[in-house]
């Protein structure tokens, strides 16, 4: 079972992103060629900064996921699901931003 509709205002909102950057391949949203987020059944999946990861998890707004087989190699984050759809938008946003910029002492 899947949530179509949540996971199309989510592809609307980061496609309309004015860094140009986002594509989408199937369930999936990249930046810059780097699975950020994907619907995984009534999961969306993100990758996140370790610390949020943990967050999120400690007040059970999301569960932990395996890592996907596309997700970008060298994310110091952790690859989480959220269930809610009210918080897809929000969270699909962070793991875009996080996953999508350069690495520290990188190219800016």
């Known amino acids: 079972m899947t949530n179509p509709a949540a996971f199309d205002d989510v592809t609307r909102a980061l496609l ?10 199937g369930t999936s949203l990249l930046v810059k ?6 619907l995984d059944g009534e999961l969306l999946v993100v990758a996140l900064p370790a610390h949020r990861a943990d967050d999120l998890l400690g007040r059970d707004v999301a569960v932990p996921a395996e890592a996907l087989s596309a997700a970008p190699a060298g994310v110091a984050g952790r690859w989480v699901g959220i269930a809610d759809s ?3 938008v929000e969270l699909a946003t962070e793991a875009h931003q ?11």
């Open 16 to 25: 309309a992103d004015p860094d140009d950057d986002v594509t989408l391949e």
């Open 33 to 38: 060629g780097s699975v950020f987020a994907a």
């Open 86 to 88: 009210q918080n897809w």
């Open 98 to 108: 996080f996953v999508g910029e350069p690495a520290v002492g990188g190219d800016s």
